[in-house]
């Protein structure tokens, strides 16, 4: 429990009154009128609710665009500070807007809401035990990527700002969005870009946007970042592989897809190892499924194949593309058949903008000291946050969640059954958070390490 000021309050007392009124009045907490031993106070007040939400969530998850019962918790609690609140947008989405008591920037901080159709394994005492059908599987679901974290570090940062709107500057809308894992069914357009569709900057625009990943891979008590290219954007691709059908005894009568599917699979792994300037920029190109035909002695009209291609580079991305496309016909043709490639954007790349990294790294370097904040390496998973990039340079950084004495390297990763969140994450995620939006207010690094 915190007592900052404690220690030093009697040798002020024994100064002369009106040597301390001089004292108090030249030194006002900071530049910015922001007591860092006030701000403390608030976070450590509010931690215990934090932590209570984050359990409640935990133990009822709900899967993307079905987040009901969490977003009626999010929105009541947003009202309950006297937020301007909308609901429903992007089916489950919920944006609350407080308006500080001076002038200044409009920033937008963002938490996902949906948990995964995973079967808890943690054994802990709030552990899920909801069920439900997913895409025709019976399955378990849960909290296994930390969102419920999430939305409970967002609560208790929107509480502790709330708490301080008449000396805070500028404008903060929390945003709480759905379905970041991705469309209950394929196509469906949900999560950021449903929100954004749907009118959320439409009559009030941010001047950056700000979020937070809970991440097994680093210690709790760590955070980490990088500039620029973050997280990799996520194509779903198709190959329609088309041949002509015939006995399996006379191929010499049809064109056989199986075979085309073979080539060009190489061939494809062949354009990331010779065609592309992998040292600049990393490209993984992935096939998942390979489908074909229906019995052992003929052979198919068709071949599909479908994978997933991640760039962290939109000029590489296209250039790709461009490539599988060219290569899969000429492949296709060169035995008599056609290919027909159809590419769905799932997320753009996420990239921090070296500006707003800059800023934000140092204010969580102040926040939480130089030795917690690590540079992190690029990673090949994506991120629907990158669609608010489109709107304004984002920043988006990682919060470790592996307890002490684990190692981060071992530890269950975000999605598996048995992902354990160490909820010293809680404190660090709320600060971290804190730290960036009130540096992105002020223009100055307000929190302060203890
Ligand atoms: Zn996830
Ligand atoms: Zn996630």
């Known amino acids: 429990m915190p007592q900052p000021r404690v220690s030093v309050l009697p040798?002020?007392?024994?100064?002369?009154?009106?040597?301390?009124?001089?004292?108090?009045?030249?030194?006002?907490?900071?530049?910015?009128?922001?007591?860092?031993?006030?701000?403390?106070?608030?976070?450590?007040?509010?931690?215990?609710?934090?932590?209570?939400?984050?359990?409640?969530?935990?133990?009822?998850?709900?899967?993307?665009?079905?987040?009901?019962?969490?977003?009626?918790?999010?929105?009541?609690?947003?009202?309950?500070?006297?937020?301007?609140?909308?609901?429903?947008?992007?089916?489950?989405?919920?944006?609350?807007?407080?308006?500080?008591?001076?002038?200044?920037?409009?920033?937008?901080?963002?938490?996902?809401?949906?948990?995964?159709?995973?079967?808890?394994?943690?054994?802990?005492?709030?552990?899920?035990?909801?069920?439900?059908?997913?895409?025709?599987?019976?399955?378990?679901?849960?909290?296994a990527c930390g969102h419920d974290a999430h939305v409970a570090i967002l609560m208790g940062v929107a509480e502790v700002l709330a708490g301080m709107r008449e000396r805070l500057p500028g404008e903060v809308m929390f945003v709480f969005q759905p379905a970041e894992e991705g469309p209950p069914q394929p196509g469906q357009v949900v999560g950021a870009k449903a929100m954004l569709d749907e009118g959320l900057f439409a009559d009030w625009t941010p001047e950056a946007v700000f979020g937070l990943h809970v991440w097994s891979a680093l210690p709790a008590g760590r955070v980490g970042y990088r500039g620029g290219p973050t997280m990799a954007s996520v194509d779903e691709w198709e190959l329609r592989l088309r041949g002509r059908q015939t006995h399996g005894a006379r191929p010499w009568d049809g064109v056989d897809p199986v075979t085309i599917a073979a080539q060009v699979q190489l061939a494809l792994q062949?354009?990331?190892?010779?065609?592309?300037?992998?040292?600049?920029?990393?490209?993984?190109?992935?096939?998942?499924?390979?489908?074909?035909?229906?019995?052992?002695?003929?052979?198919?009209?068709?071949?599909?194949?479908?994978?997933?291609?991640?760039?962290?580079?939109?000029?590489?991305?296209?250039?790709?593309?461009?490539?599988?496309?060219?290569?899969?016909?000429?492949?296709?043709?060169?035995?008599?058949?056609?290919a027909e490639l159809t590419v769905n954007l799932n997320a753009p790349l996420t990239a921090n903008a070296f500006e707003r990294a800059q800023r934000g790294g140092a204010a969580l370097r102040a926040a939480l000291g130089e030795e917690s904040v690590v540079e992190m390496p690029l990673l090949t998973i994506g991120e629907d946050f990158s669609?608010?990039?489109?709107?304004?340079?984002?920043?988006?950084?990682?919060?470790?969640?592996?307890?002490?004495?684990?190692?981060?390297?071992?530890?269950?990763?975000?999605?598996?059954?048995?992902?354990?969140?160490?909820?010293?994450a809680l404190g660090v995620g709320l600060r971290s958070m804190l730290a960036v939006a009130l540096e992105a207010l002020h223009g100055e690094a307000v929190l302060r390490g203890r």
């Open 11 to 143: 040798a002020v007392l024994r100064l002369p009154a009106l040597l301390l009124a001089a004292l108090l009045a030249a030194a006002p907490a900071s530049a910015s009128g922001v007591a860092a031993g006030d701000l403390d106070q608030r976070i450590e007040a509010v931690l215990p609710a934090v932590t209570a939400w984050r359990r409640d969530f935990h133990q009822h998850p709900e899967l993307g665009t079905l987040e009901v019962r969490t977003a009626a918790k999010v929105a009541a609690h947003l009202r309950g500070l006297g937020l301007e609140v909308r609901e429903g947008l992007g089916i489950t989405g919920v944006a609350g807007l407080l308006k500080g008591g001076r002038p200044g920037p409009r920033i937008a901080l963002r938490a996902d809401m949906d948990a995964l159709p995973v079967t808890e394994a943690t054994g802990l005492p709030f552990a899920s035990r909801v069920r439900t059908t997913y895409r025709g599987q019976e399955v378990g679901v849960m909290h």
């Open 270 to 338: 062949a354009i990331v190892a010779r065609q592309i300037d992998t040292v600049r920029s990393p490209v993984v190109l992935s096939t998942g499924q390979v489908q074909a035909g229906v019995r052992f002695n003929i052979i198919p009209d068709e071949a599909v194949m479908t994978g997933t291609l991640r760039a962290f580079d939109a000029e590489v991305r296209r250039d790709v593309i461009a490539r599988m496309e060219r290569t899969a016909k000429a492949i296709a043709e060169a035995a008599g058949g056609s």
């Open 387 to 424: 669609q608010f990039s489109t709107v304004a340079p984002t920043f988006y950084w990682f919060v470790g969640s592996t307890a002490p004495g684990l190692d981060p390297r071992r530890a269950p990763m975000n999605h598996s059954p048995e992902f354990l969140l160490d909820e010293a």
